[in-house]
């Protein structure tokens, strides 16, 4: 179904365009953006990775496990800890922050045992940990199991029990625990699709009938359901969080399929794609910069930044725009702080 090009053509489009609604999300500019953004932008992001895994690419574990260690969890730490310093000189004692009782040694903890809650700082980096730890999950359960749809349901299983059982200590797990399994259904559904991708036609094909039918799915099941904060497990109704990821995924990969077909391979999209994580740890701080201008330059109060949709998209170009400077020093001059 997929060449080597169109599938790196739609993955790249996907990746970029994902992580610009990350963004988004973030102003929290509106509850319907907010609500809708968080059915699937993390599920997507998952379901991508996981379709991305082989074992032909990577056959050996030990081999696997370090390579992955440096891609996330080496950034993980080192942008963590220039969050914390921010946070501890600056950002603390300004605006939402500003006479917060969090002790200056709890996100400290928090870094180590990795704990998403714990991470005040920049909330957001609980995901590259979280990514590593599920990978480091599905490998050998994949090996053991033979089949990544039992993988999926099992781990979505262990997650609804999770959250049903033990609900108030669940998102504080360490090593993003709590969240890690619900991830896990994510990352092995992609696996899964990708393995049996000539069969998986609701997804793949046809493209303007699964378009409109997952949309509609997707706008009907969040009506339902509540607004999702995945990483204290806040999933609202578990069969419809697990849906509305499955058709918010649909949706992205029939959109982005058209985006690669219509604009080709675009190396701006390349490169935005190959950014998603300096992106995803930097972008909170820029909006801290970008309030602290307009606030101390402008006298601007910081809550009007943001205070509707248009404000809120305007908002996060501006941010995603100033992380892109990172994205090209990094990439071409510091390959060694994201493992590449």
């Known amino acids: 179904v997929f ?88 950002l603390r004692h300004f605006g939402n922050d500003a006479g917060d009782s969090v002790a200056w040694h709890e996100p400290l903890w928090a870094i180590v045992a990795g704990i998403p809650p714990g991470l005040v700082h920049d909330i957001p980096l609980w995901s590259l940990l979280c990514f590593f730890v599920v990978e480091m999950i599905y490998y050998p359960l994949r090996k053991k199991m033979g089949r990544g749809l039992l993988i999926a349901v099992a781990a979505w ?70 607004t999702i904060q995945f990483f204290i497990c806040d999933y609202g109704n578990y069969p419809l969080f697990v849906l509305e990821g499955i058709f918010g995924i649909a949706v992205m990969i029939q959109v982005c399929m058209y985006l690669c077909e219509w604009l080709g391979d675009n190396g701006f999209v390349r490169f935005v794609s190959n950014g998603t994580l300096i992106i995803c740890g930097f972008h909170l701080m820029m909006f801290s910069l970008i309030k602290g201008v307009m606030w101390f330059g402008f006298h601007v109060d910081p809550q009007m930044l943001t205070c509707n949709f248009e404000r809120g998209l305007l908002f996060s170009v501006v941010a995603f725009s100033l992380c892109l400077p990172l994205i090209y020093v990094i990439n071409r001059h510091l390959r060694f702080l994201v493992g590449k």
């Open 157 to 226: 299983m262990v997650s609804y029990l999770n959250c049903e059982y033990n609900s108030e200590h669940v998102s504080t797990l360490p090593l993003c625990l709590g969240p890690a399994f619900a991830a896990l259904g994510f990352y092995a559904f992609g696996n899964y699709v990708r393995d049996n991708s000539c069969r998986f036609g609701f997804m793949l094909r046809p493209r303007l009938l699964t378009l409109s039918v997952s949309s509609v799915s997707l706008l009907a099941l969040w009506w339902h359901n509540s």
């Open 3 to 90: 060449s080597a090009m169109k599938r790196v053509g739609w993955i790249d489009y996907a990746k970029s365009t994902g992580i610009f609604l990350v963004v988004l999300l973030h102003t929290h500019c509106t509850y319907v953006t907010t609500s809708i953004l968080s059915a699937f932008r993390l599920p997507l992001f998952f379901f991508i990775s996981g379709f991305l895994f082989s074992y032909r690419s990577n056959p050996d574990y030990k081999g696997f496990a370090y390579k992955r260690f440096r891609q996330l969890v080496v950034p993980y730490l080192w942008i963590n800890l220039l969050s914390y310093v921010a946070w501890l000189l600056v």
